[in-house]
C-alpha cells in the first residue's frame, strides 16, 4: 500500500458494502478497510487479493475487480487503532438501521483514539435506507463520550447525511466465484448533505457521489418511490405466492398497484413537495419498476421484506408516503393496500414479522392499525388499510390453501 494512500474505514462488508460503496471509494483512490462482526468475511477479505463485482444486468457481462482492501473483526482493538490512523479521512457504514446504535460505540471509542493520537479531521456518511441516518448515528456516538471527546469530535468530525441507491441482492457464487464475489444492477446513485460536509474536510470528492445542499429531496424521492414500490411488491407478491421482486412485479394487478400508489399517491405528493417535473418524476417511477422486473437480480421477496415494523415506521417508505398524500388531500388506496399487506406479511424467521403477527393476534387487526401506523381507528385512512387487510386476507387464505 502506497505510504501516502488515503484509507476509509466502511462497517459492513455485506452486500452494499462490497457491492457499491467499497468498490466507489477504492475507485476514488481509498484503501478501504472493511468492519464487520462476520469474522469469516474479514478472514477472507485479508487472504484474497481482491473480489469481482458483477453487473446484473440484462446483456450485461460486465465484471470489475476490486482490490486495495482489507479487513478487521469491528469487536477486536483493531478497528480503535484503525481510528487513530491519520491517513484515515473517510468512515462510512452500511449494517442496517438496527445496528447504528451497536456500532456507535465502536465509532465513539475510535473517535476517543483518534483524538488522543490527535489524528486530525474525518467525516462520517451512513448508507442505510434511513431519512437522517448519520443524525441518528450521531446521536447514538453523542451517548458514548465524555465532554472533552464531544468538544473535539463537533470541531473535528462531519457527520453528513445521504441517499444511497443501488440493489444489491443475496448473491449465488457459481462455479469460479469466491465468497466474497457479490452481483448488483448497473444503476446506482449515492447523494451526499454538503453543507454537513463543509465544516471539516472540503475535499471528500469520490467518484460517482452526489454532493446537494438540498438531501431532503433526493432522499424522500428515493425513500418514498423506491423503496416504497420495493416494499408493496414485496408484501403483495409474498401473499400471492411469489418467491422474488421480478416474479412480484411481472404479476400485473401487482404492478398496477405499485404503479398507482408511486405515480398518484405518494409521487403526486413528492411533486406538491419538492416541485419535480411530472413527466421526469413519470420516468422515475417506470425506471424503478424496470428495474424491479430485472430478471438477473433474482432479488428474493424476503429480503426486501425483510423487517416490516421497521418499513411501518412513521417517516419510512409505506407511512411517510401516506401521511405526505394526506397533507395534499391526495388518495391513498394504493398504498392503504401495501401498508394492509404489510400487516399480513408471517416469515417465521423474520423476528419482526414475528413480533408484528403476536401484536395483530393479542391486540386485534383494529387496534394494531391504529398503533402502528397513527391513523385512529374509523377515521377514512384507518378505514382503508383495514379493508384493504380483510381483502387480502381472502387472497392469502386461498394461495395458503391451493
Ligand atoms: N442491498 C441493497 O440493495 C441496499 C441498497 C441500498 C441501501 N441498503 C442499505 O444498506 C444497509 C446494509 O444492507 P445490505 O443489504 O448490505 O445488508 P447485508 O446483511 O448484506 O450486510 C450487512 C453487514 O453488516 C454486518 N454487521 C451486522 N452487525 C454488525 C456490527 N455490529 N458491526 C459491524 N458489522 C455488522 C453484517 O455481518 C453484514 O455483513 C441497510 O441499511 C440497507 O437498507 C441496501
Ligand atoms: O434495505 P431495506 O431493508 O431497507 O430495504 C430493502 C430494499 O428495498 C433495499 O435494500 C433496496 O434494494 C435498496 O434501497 C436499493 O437502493
Known amino acids: ?23 466507489l471509494l477504492v475507485d476514488s483512490g481509498y484503501h478501504v478497510i472493511f468492519a464487520d462482526v462476520n469474522k469469516d468475511i474479514i478472514q ?30 469491528s469487536t477486536s482493538d483493531d478497528i480503535v487503532r484503525a481510528f487513530a490512523d491519520p491517513a484515515v479521512d473517510l468512515v462510512t457504514t452500511a449494517v442496517g438501521p438496527t445496528v447504528l446504535e451497536k456500532i456507535a460505540v465502536t465509532i465513539a471509542q475510535g473517535l476517543h483514539a ?14 442505510e435506507n434511513m431519512i437522517n441516518q448519520t443524525s441518528t448515528l450521531r446521536e447514538h456516538v453523542f451517548q458514548n463520550l465524555t465532554d472533552e471527546d464531544k468538544a473535539w469530535v463537533e470541531e473535528h468530525i462531519g457527520f453528513a447525511n445521504c441517499s444511497v441507491d443501488r440493489i444489491v441482492p443475496p448473491f449465488d457464487p457459481k462455479d469460479g466465484s469466491t465468497p466474497l464475489d457479490v452481483g448488483v444492477e448497473g444503476f446506482y446513485e449515492w447523494v451526499v448533505d ?19 445542499t438540498d438531501l431532503q429531496a433526493y ?35 401487482i404492478r398496477e398497484t405499485v404503479r398507482g400508489a408511486l405515480f398518484n399517491e405518494g409521487g403526486a405528493a413528492l411533486r406538491e413537495k419538492h416541485n419535480f417535473d411530472e413527466q421526469e418524476y413519470a420516468q422515475y417511477v417506470e425506471k424503478t419498476i ?14 426486501v421484506g425483510r423487517e416490516p415494523l421497521r418499513k411501518l415506521a ?3 417508505r409505506l407511512l411517510g408516503p401516506a401521511y405526505m398524500a394526506r397533507e395534499y388531500k391526495l388518495p391513498i388506496d394504493n398504498l392503504a393496500k401495501g401498508i394492509a399487506a404489510a400487516f399480513l406479511y408471517e416469515v417465521s424467521d423474520d423476528k419482526q ?27 377514512d385512512e384507518h378505514s382503508k388499510i383495514l379493508d384493504a387487510y380483510h381483502d387480502l386476507q381472502k387472497i392469502d387464505k386461498k394461495q395458503r390453501s391451493s
Open 194 to 212: 454538503e453543507k454537513a460536509l463543509q465544516r471539516t474536510r472540503p475535499d471528500v470528492k469520490l467518484k460517482g457521489i452526489r454532493l446537494t
Open 44 to 73: 477472507k477479505l485479508n487472504e484474497q487479493d481482491s473480489y469481482e463485482v458483477l453487473i446484473l444486468d440484462e446483456e450485461s457481462e460486465e465484471r470489475a475487480n476490486v482490490s486495495d482492501v482489507s479487513g478487521v473483526v
Open 114 to 127: 483518534r483524538r488522543e493520537a490527535d489524528a486530525g479531521a474525518l467525516n462520517i456518511i451512513a448508507c
Open 219 to 253: 432522499i424522500e424521492r428515493k425513500l418514498f418511490t423506491l423503496n416504497c414500490g420495493h416494499a408493496i411488491t414485496a408484501y403483495l407478491g409474498f401473499l400471492k405466492g411469489h418467491s422474488t421482486i421480478d416474479e412480484a412485479i411481472r404479476d400485473e394487478e
Open 353 to 379: 414479522s414475528v413480533d408484528l403477527q403476536k401484536k395483530v393476534q393479542e391486540q386485534g387487526i383494529e387496534k394494531a392499525i391504529a398503533e402502528i401506523t397513527g391513523f385512529s381507528e374509523g377515521n
Open 314 to 316: 412513521k417517516g419510512d
Open 1 to 23: 500500500m502506497p505510504a501516502q494512500e488515503r484509507k476509509a474505514i466502511h462497517f459492513g462488508a455485506g452486500n452494499i458494502g462490497r457491492g457499491f460503496i467499497g468498490p
Open 290 to 303: 424496470a428495474r424491479f422486473a430485472n430478471p438477473r437480480l433474482k432479488d428474493e421477496i424476503v429480503r
